[in-house]
Nanobody
C-alpha cells in the first residue's frame, strides 16, 4: 500500500493562492505517475494535473496557466501551486499515485489520499 497525506487546503478569496502538498510513504521516484484530482459537490472527480516520474506534466484546460504541479523526490512530496484561484476551483482535492509495477513489497495499483478541502470565496 502507498499512503498519501495531503495538506495545505483552506479558505481563500478569489484571486488568491494556495499550495497543496502530498507526502507519500513510498519513494516517489518509484511511482510512475502522481497527480491531483478534485471533486466538487454533486460532480464527478476530475483530473487537475499529473506529473510522471520523468517530470512530464499534464494539466486540465481549466487550470492551465494558473496551477503548477511539481515534485521533490528527496521529500517524497508532490505539490500543487494554485494561483489566481476562482470560486469554481472550490472542491476537495485528492492526491493520487499510479504505481504500475511491484516496488519491493508494494503492489501495483491506484492509490488515493484522504483529500483536502479548498474553498474559494467570491
Amino acid at each position: 500500500q502507498v499512503q498519501l497525506v495531503e495538506s495545505g487546503g483552506g479558505l481563500v478569496q478569489a484571486g488568491g493562492s494556495l499550495r497543496l502538498s502530498c507526502v507519500a510513504s513510498l519513494n516517489i521516484f518509484s511511482i510512475d505517475v502522481m497527480g491531483w484530482y478534485r471533486q466538487a459537490p454533486g460532480k464527478q472527480r476530475e483530473l487537475v494535473a499529473t506529473i510522471t516520474k520523468t517530470g512530464s506534466t499534464n494539466y486540465a484546460d481549466s487550470v492551465k496557466g494558473r496551477f503548477t504541479i511539481s515534485r521533490d523526490n528527496a521529500k517524497k512530496t508532490v505539490y500543487l501551486q494554485m494561483n489566481s484561484l476562482k470560486p469554481e476551483d472550490t472542491a476537495v482535492y485528492y492526491c493520487n499515485a499510479d504505481l504500475r509495477r511491484w516496488v519491493l513489497t508494494t503492489p501495483p495499483g491506484n492509490y488515493w489520499g484522504q483529500g483536502t478541502q479548498v474553498t474559494v470565496s467570491s
